[in-house]
């Protein structure tokens, strides 16, 4: 869990690095799997019952490409700002992005669903291993990063021949 203890933050500035297991954050992540632990460095400032939290978070992820199918490994990494207001029903603020609601009575405050929504939003849509991936072999599944396949590249499909006719 990444959670920063109450009795550890004073009033004022102060900074805080944070170091959480990858299982911490898995749910919700699909396609691939975190391989680091999630590091967090964050500037606090405590007035009262607020406590502002800003920095940064990073884990190291593995994906697999979705033009060749191959693993790889990918650092995500994001900015983050959260205001966490002391005294107040977590529920209330749950809706409201960038702030967390602490009960009166807690010891500390879990940034764990906070960090686990920044670093999903990182993960792309179409993950590759690199710009240039080539993918595979449409014919014989051959993964051409590696290696060229015998297969023919006649791409001809004879369904769109009554239209080249009228052109």
């Known amino acids: 869990m990444l959670r920063i203890f109450l009795d ?19 749910s919700g992540f699909e396609g691939g799997y975190l391989v680091s632990p999630v590091r967090a460095s964050l500037e606090v400032t405590r007035t009262g019952s607020e406590i502002l939290l800003r920095g940064h978070v990073a884990v190291e992820a ?46 500390y405050i879990d940034l764990t669903d906070e960090i686990r929504d920044l670093l999903l939003v990182l993960i792309p849509l179409k993950p590759l291993c690199r710009a240039d991936c080539l993918g595979l072999c449409p014919k014989c599944g051959t993964n051409l990063n590696k290696g060229s396949c015998s297969c023919s590249r006649d791409d001809h499909d004879s369904r769109w021949d009554a239209l080249k006719r009228l052109i």
Request: glycine content about 8%; charged content about 30%.
């Open 62 to 107: 593995v994906l697999e490409c979705a033009r060749c199918l191959d693993e790889f490994v990918i650092e995500l990494e994001s900015p983050i700002e959260v205001v966490c207001v002391i005294g107040s029903n977590p529920s209330d603020l749950a809706e409201i992005q960038g702030f967390i609601g602490v009960e009166a009575a807690a010891d």
């Open 8 to 26: 550890k933050i004073e009033e004022g500035d102060s900074h805080i690095d944070l170091t959480g297991e990858a299982a911490d954050l898995t």
